[in-house]
């Protein structure tokens, strides 16, 4: 009896220390997965640890968890997952996020929560910016069509890009095909196409995710021109970058020599991307001119290039 006593005992001290844990709050992006993790005793608090809480106020969450219905919760985008005794996680797409994703200013997150070095290295692109995500330009880097429908009257395209404006962009009649180029910012946009009125998604698109209203929105990434750089291996016969962004591609997308190095060029859509250069096909490292690394779930050291 005195045996199951004390055990118990321990019991509720243990549950009385975790319940007092020490508040915390962060962000991770993996992947394509965005998540804001947090202990309860964060929600409604002002503690600087909670800081990635602060613009979820509104969401009630204390009320949510509370009612132990959490798992069944859903709000713009978001879910809740119970990921310890005290402490939850939200989730969501990171394809989910309109245009561009500046997680700092999203989320107003402290850059000493992250889990990898943050001497952040963006990406240097294309300095070709426009003011708004998206304009009719003839000489646009992204053209829509829209095939058939030679009876349909109007086509209009919609999308995260102009608010869902049901009227600002139409489609012109080009043979049996309808068409309109835009200049568009690099972005990740949901799109539909409305035809006399019915909306629908782009069926030359295969690319979607399911809305609110339970139908589907076109998915469109428009990569922004990032250059790699290596300096030195001039005795290498070659040079290749592979990442996540190709499936980590075992040869790669070959550099170009330079005096000083070796370089390319790829097209990155915005959110975390990992790489590697591949040294003759054989030796991969990582950036030694990028202090951003972090580590894959075999253990992998990757350097990451964050785009806005």
Not at 33 to 52: G, L, R, T
Not at 82 to 87: A, D, E, N, Q, R
Not at 176 to 204: N, Q, S, T
Not at 235 to 255: E, H, M, P, R, T
Request: hydrophobic fraction near 40%; aromatic fraction near 12%; proline fraction near 3%.
């Amino acid at each position: 009896m005195y045996k199951f006593l004390l055990l118990l005992n321990i019991v509720l001290q243990c549950n009385l220390l975790i319940a007092q844990e020490t508040p915390f709050s962060q962000c991770e992006i993996n992947g394509d997965d965005v998540y804001i993790k947090f202990h309860e005793s964060c929600i409604n608090s002002k503690d600087e640890s909670c800081i990635a809480l602060a613009e979820f106020k509104d969401f009630d969450l204390a009320s949510v968890i509370k009612s132990g219905l959490f798992t069944l919760w859903e709000r713009d985008g978001w879910t809740l997952q119970k990921i310890g005794s005290h402490s939850y996680q939200l989730h969501k797409k990171l394809i989910q996020f309109d245009k561009t994703f500046n997680l700092e200013d999203k989320f107003k997150i402290d850059m000493s929560h992250w889990n990898y070095p943050l001497s952040e290295k963006l990406a240097q692109g294309s300095s070709d910016i426009i003011d708004e995500p998206a304009k009719i330009s003839s000489a646009g880097n992204i053209e829509f069509i829209l095939k058939g429908w030679q009876k349909a009257k109007k086509v209009i395209l919609s999308g995260s890009f102009n608010n869902w404006d049901e009227n600002a962009i139409k489609l012109i009649r080009v043979g049996d095909k309808w068409k309109i180029r835009l200049k568009m910012a690099p972005g990740i946009y949901e799109y539909k196409f409305i035809v006399d009125g019915e909306w629908m998604h782009d069926p030359a698109n295969a690319f979607m995710v399911q809305n609110q209203h339970f139908t589907y929105n076109s998915i469109l990434v428009v990569g922004k021109d990032v250059q790699f750089y290596l300096k030195g291996y001039s005795d290498a016969k070659k040079v290749a970058l592979s990442g996540s962004f190709n499936n980590w591609d075992k040869k790669g997308v070959s550099c170009i020599k330079t005096k000083d190095g070796w370089k390319v060029t790829q097209k990155l859509p915005p959110g975390k991307h990992f790489y590697k250069f591949i040294i003759d096909g054989q030796h991969w490292i990582i950036d030694p001119s990028n202090q951003l690394q972090e580590r894959d779930e075999e253990g992998n050291v990757n350097s990451v290039i964050i785009i806005h």
